[in-house]
T-cell receptor, first 113, second 111 residues
Framework: DGGITQSPKYLFRKEGQNVTLSCEQNLNHDAMYWYRQDPGQGLRLIYYSQIVNDFQKGDIAEGYSVSREKKESFPLTVTSAQKNPTAFYLCASSRDSRTGELFFGEGSRLTVL | AQRVTQPEKLLSVFKGAPVELKCNYSYSGSPELFWYVQYSRQRLQLLLR?????SIKGFTADLNKGETSFHLKKPFAQEEDSAMYYC?????????????WGLGTSLAVNP
C-alpha cells in the first residue's frame, strides 16, 4: 500500500528533551516536507527537501532540524530550543518540488509536559 | 506579498443546501490553485486543482483572475462533506516553486 507513514502518532516529551518524528514514503517522490498545524493558523512550513542530501528551511525552522540521507526518509527533530513545540506535525511528499500536489501522512501529535 | 485568504473560519449549512467556501489570493503572475480537504480522523488530501477543471465529489472551483478568487462550490451539501478545507496557492519564487496556504475553513453540514 503506497503512501506516507508517520510515527509515532502520539508522543509526549518533557521540557528540555529532543524528540525525533519519523516520516517514510514509498511513492518514489523526490520532494518531502514538514508542516506544523496549529488551530487557527493553518499549515506552516518547517523544512523541505527537494532531493536526497539536500534540505532548506521553511518559514518556521527555528528549533527544528532535519536530515535526508535516503530518498524515502525525512525525519524531523524537535529540539529543546523550540519554544512552543506542542503541536500537530504533518509530513508530506510530492513527485518533485515543482508541483503543489502533495501527499500527506496521518500526522504526529507532540505534547510537551 | 503573496497571500491566500479564506475569510470564513467556520461555515455551517444544512444538508441539501448550496455551499460556497471562499478563497481569495494575491499574486501578480499566473497562479496554480488547489483545494485540500481534511475529514475527521483522516489525512489531509488534495480535493481538486484549477488546471484539471474537474468536479470531485460534486465540488467545483473556478479560477477568477479578475476577482483573484478560487471559490469552492457544491450545489447540494451532504453530511459527509463536513471537514476542514484549505485553499493553497503555488507560484514561482526565484528558481523554486512555493506553496502557501490559507488558514482553512471548517465546514459543518447539519442534518
Amino acid at each position: 500500500d503506497g503512501g506516507i507513514t508517520q510515527s509515532p502518532k502520539y508522543l509526549f516529551r518533557k521540557e528540555g528533551q529532543n524528540v525525533t518524528l519519523s516520516c517514510e514514503q514509498n511513492l518514489n517522490h523526490d520532494a518531502m516536507y514538514w508542516y506544523r498545524q496549529d488551530p487557527g493558523q493553518g499549515l506552516r512550513l518547517i523544512y523541505y527537501s527537494q532531493i536526497v542530501n539536500d534540505f532548506q528551511k521553511g518559514d518556521i525552522a527555528e528549533g527544528y532540524s532535519v536530515s535526508r540521507e535516503k530518498k524515502e526518509s525525512f525525519p524531523l527533530t524537535v529540539t529543546s530550543a523550540q519554544k512552543n513545540p506542542t503541536a500537530f506535525y504533518l509530513c508530506a511528499s510530492s513527485r518533485d518540488s515543482r508541483t503543489g500536489e502533495l501527499f500527506f501522512g496521518e500526522g504526529s501529535r507532540l505534547t510537551v509536559l | 506579498a503573496q497571500r491566500v485568504t479564506q475569510p470564513e473560519k467556520l461555515l455551517s449549512v444544512f444538508k441539501g443546501a448550496p455551499v460556497e467556501l471562499k478563497c481569495n489570493y494575491s499574486y501578480s503572475g499566473s497562479p496554480e490553485l488547489f483545494w485540500y480537504v481534511q475529514y475527521s480522523r483522516q489525512r489531509l488530501q488534495l480535493l481538486l486543482r484549477h488546471i484539471s477543471r474537474e468536479s470531485i465529489k460534486g465540488f467545483t472551483a473556478d479560477l477568477n483572475k479578475g476577482e483573484t478568487s478560487f471559490h469552492l462550490k457544491k450545489p447540494f451539501a451532504q453530511e459527509e462533506d463536513s471537514a476542514m478545507y484549505y485553499c493553497a496557492l503555488e507560484f514561482n519564487a526565484g528558481n523554486n516553486r512555493k506553496l502557501i496556504w490559507g488558514l482553512g475553513t471548517s465546514l459543518a453540514v447539519n442534518p
